[in-house]
T-cell receptor, first 112, second 115 residues
Framework: DAGITQSPRHKVTETGTPVTLRCHQTENHRYMYWYRQDPGHGLRLIHYSYGVKDTDKGEVSDGYSVSRSKTEDFLLTLESATSSQTSVYFC???????????FGQGTRLTVV | AQSVAQPEDQVNVAEGNPLTVKCTYSVSGNPYLFWYVQYPNRGLQFLLKYITGDNLVKGSYGFEAEFNKSQTSFHLKKPSALVSDSALYFCAVRALTSGNTPLVFGKGTRLSVIA
């Protein structure tokens, strides 16, 4: 498996609290992605990064922010969690172009 | 903007029969196309990809996919389905450009192979 680790793997948090999910890679891949997976919606792109401090929004970026201060780490922050952000979050890495992406094991986030 | 459509939420097939999971895409210019599989409570696993060249690409576990530019399709196929192929399948596209373009996924198709 590609060296990609998500933490935490599970989290329950209260509405209105900030939450940060971490994605760490040891592959030195240029691209890092955050997706959320929900029944009936498949995988939807939240934000992605194409280099240190270079990020862009995806399809469902409202309510989320990201940071990438080092090649190996890509953080996803929910500034004020809402119940609609209950989901499974996946991080992925790739070299871009025609190379395939590798996925982490996912983080199951529940906002109560 | 690029997008992927998987028109079937669910595909049922009998074991031993051929299977097809459909995918169409929309992208400016030429695409990179991918298929992934997800087993329960797991992350996504790469199956195969199309970059350029032969329109028929072969991948893991006996799967193959055919790129059809005129129909903007990239359907996943397997000649003989196994019960163990039952899983959630995702098609993805990335635009072939000089810029920084993301990898975009479809909604997924659940394949159920019945013994």
């Amino acid at each position: 498996d590609a060296g990609i680790t998500q933490s935490p793997r599970h989290k329950v948090t209260e509405t209105g609290t900030p939450v940060t999910l971490r994605c760490h890679q040891t592959e030195n891949h240029r691209y890092m992605y955050w997706y959320r997976q929900d029944p009936g919606h498949g995988l939807r792109l939240i934000h992605y990064s194409y280099g240190v401090k270079d990020t862009d929004k995806g399809e469902v970026s409202d309510g989320y922010s990201v940071s990438r201060s080092k090649t190996e780490d890509f953080l996803l922050t929910l500034e004020s969690a809402t119940s609609s952000q209950t989901s499974v979050y996946f991080c992925a890495i790739s070299q871009g172009g025609g190379t395939e992406a590798f996925f982490g094991q996912g983080t199951r986030l529940t906002v109560v | 903007a690029q997008s992927v459509a998987q028109p079937e939420d669910q595909v049922n097939v009998a074991e031993g029969n051929p299977l097809t999971v459909k995918c169409t895409y929309s992208v400016s210019g030429n695409p990179y196309l991918f298929w992934y599989v997800q087993y329960p409570n797991r992350g996504l696993q790469f199956l195969l990809k199309y970059i350029t060249g032969d329109n028929l690409v072969k991948g893991s576990y006996g799967f193959e996919a055919e790129f059809n530019k005129s129909q903007t399709s990239f359907h996943l196929k397997k000649p003989s389905a196994l019960v163990s192929d039952s899983a959630l399948y995702f098609c993805a596209v990335r635009a072939l450009t000089s810029g920084n373009t993301p990898l975009v996924f479809g909604k997924g198709t659940r394949l159920s192979v019945i013994a």
